[in-house]
DNA sequence: GATGAATGAGTGTTCATTCAT
DNA sequence: AATGAATGAACACTCATTCAT
């Protein structure tokens, strides 16, 4: 099958990898650094082939950032479609985040360093990604408001950015410092940690 | 008094005025959109003019990084230098950067969406001033778990990285937005939601 | 056949145009007067492509300046290699200079008028070159002394500046006064004159 | 007098003093790396200033040409002026030559560096200081050789070409090399050289 | 006379993109 | 599909020159 250099994989095969080298090389010299040739030679390839798979750098850039937003929602999607507490919620979006970290960095780096901080090219489309996203983890706190399982004196909003800051926090903290999680232990850790301080707060009488 | 320009309050109110035009410009554009041209055309001048009052399109930057910094250390000096209880010093650090952000929008912008996250060029001496910030910070945390005021179940560090990451998360949301804060008021209510929150906890039962 | 864009014919035909094209905008124009457009519209192609084929207006340089001391050692090697009365050595060293004058008069034109004067940007290694030029004229010269063929009386590396100079006085004067050589007759005359007057003195008395 | 700032004598001093600090740079920097702000800052004035006294950079470099010619020529009225040996006379010139570089180093370097081998702005008029120097020389060459001094087989256009090379060949390989001369004692020699070799010839014949 | 702030033409260089092969 | 030669828009930066003070 991977023989046939014309099969419908083989260019997913292709696509995938040129994908993979963009990632890489835009996390270590930014966008904006981040040459074409670079690219494709770090795919292995010339750099006229970039341009047979992707039209142009912005036309890559915007596949990355599908992928992120795809990947993102469809969390979202099986995040709100069962019924479940807001405890698990949340643990949901803090793993998904930490797992993705540990699967595909690059991705995830590009991500932050990237398209979360982009205010230049941020066109409304782009910043409707950001927005739907806060929208629907502000529907989730709010929903927990209404269950009374979360305090109504902080408006929903509010806890969905302190609630998504402290994760995109150490996520970037993770980032910037090139620390990579060691094990799953370590990220259990984190977890619990954010998850326990959102919820039961840093104060020491939280932890009686 | 104004009119002599070979006084020292002339130049620095033109490198000033420099400065200026070029956190709006790397604000709107991004550093690397932000051309020359526009900076001093937003600055009134010449673009020659740019290179006498700064060497190069990096120091321009790294001016802005400076002043950055600078404030940011001289606000953490006196949060350290005089005994108060963690609650004071973390609210005088929301407040710092939420002061700031009123005061001048477009320095905070340019950090949030150039600085904090340029992982490109993110040289050992740019990082080091992440690392000492975070090291002061979490000296503080650790500082309140040995007061008991802080819960120990939780690493300093990690701390750190959820109460900075959920002011920054705040900040960034604000900047992305291109939100302003309307009034005092509501920069207070957002002040109590950080640190009740990151006090406190989100859970329902905190707030009792 | 040649139409072939990749063969490494074409590539090196490629080069050698645009070498030439330097050569001669920097002959009319001088090193810095010469905009690489000038080069590439000279040599019929766009400015992009000199950068293609020569990194920097600076590898341009020094392509034609390796050039230059390549063909000019080449021949100091085939000069010492065999055995030959210095008046043949030296014929040879004044018949290289005429030569490469009438083939290719931009070359020597860019080196007596760049290179050879560029104090400016004379680096050790640049430098060195001309030393070892120097060096081996001067072995020939007290070659000669040793074998009782020239005076004594005046030391080797004097006899080399003097018969260098000479030389290259002509040269100098034919390349600032754009004459060129007419014909092989004058040829003979120049290389006659010089040599007899170098080795016979312009005296009267070393005719007879 | 010198008190006196309005006095004919400060504004030549001046003058003279940026004269002076723009062989230097110029030696040091080549013509077009030379910038007017070093020549005023090794003067230890204002750049502004160097305007005041010269009108622009081209007119600052012409007066340094014509101080050089005007120095030549002066040279050569007295070398015809009056009845001498054409020893003497080529004497008189070699001396000059040599003279002049111990006094002047940089005015003779920024000859022979910057004014003797730019065929870039070399215009007619330039081209005819040069053409005049060549003909009196000659002028003097063919009278030698009408008195039967000189070897009349060479043309004395060629004798002159071979003459001033073996000289400028040799100011130039000081220049180049920075060497200085060394004493009096080591001119002679240097004098001596040049004219033995250019009257008797280098060959072993020659000294006998 | 003296200063240096201000101007802007000029140019080397980069790099996304196209396209002939 | 694949290559890389070819193009040229875009931009940082330099520096001679002017001129208000």
Redesign the interface.
Same mark, same amino acid.
Not at 116 to 122: D, E, G, H, I, V
Not at 148 to 155: A, W
């Given at each position: 099958m991977l023989q046939d250099p014309h099969s419908m994989d083989h260019k997913k095969e292709k696509q995938a990898a040129i994908f993979e080298a963009a990632c890489s090389v835009i +996390?270590?010299?930014?966008f904006? @650094?981040a040459r074409i040739v670079d690219i494709a030679r770090h795919a292995g390839i010339s750099y006229g082939l970039v341009y047979h798979y992707f039209g142009s750098k912005a036309d890559l850039f915007d596949a990355i950032s599908k992928e992120w937003w795809d990947g993102l929602y469809a969390m979202m999607d099986q995040c709100e479609s069962q019924p479940a507490s807001i405890d698990d919620r949340l643990a949901m979006i803090v793993n998904y985040f930490l797992d993705l970290y540990e699967r595909r960095p690059n991705l995830v780096?590009v991500f932050?360093?990237?398209i979360? +901080?982009? %205010? =230049?090219?941020?066109t409304p489309a782009r910043?409707e990604f950001?927005?739907r996203f806060?929208d629907r983890t502000e529907r989730i706190m709010a929903g927990a408001q209404d269950l #009374? %399982?979360?305090?109504?004196?902080?408006?929903p909003r509010?806890?969905t950015?302190?609630?998504?800051? =402290?994760?995109? #926090?150490?996520i970037? %903290?993770m980032?910037?410092?090139e620390q990579l999680l060691k094990g799953r232990e370590q990220r259990k850790?984190?977890a619990r940690?954010?998850l326990?301080?959102?919820?039961? #707060? =840093?104060? =020491?009488? #939280? @932890?009686d």
């Open positions: +996390r270590e010299k930014g904006h @650094q780096h932050i360093a990237e979360s +901080r982009s %205010t =230049a090219n941020l910043l950001f927005t806060f #009374g %399982t979360l305090r109504k004196d902080v408006k509010y806890l950015y302190i609630f998504l800051g =402290a994760l995109e #926090g150490f970037s %903290t980032v910037m410092g850790r984190i940690g954010i326990d301080v959102f919820f039961y #707060g =840093a104060s =020491a009488s #939280g @932890q």
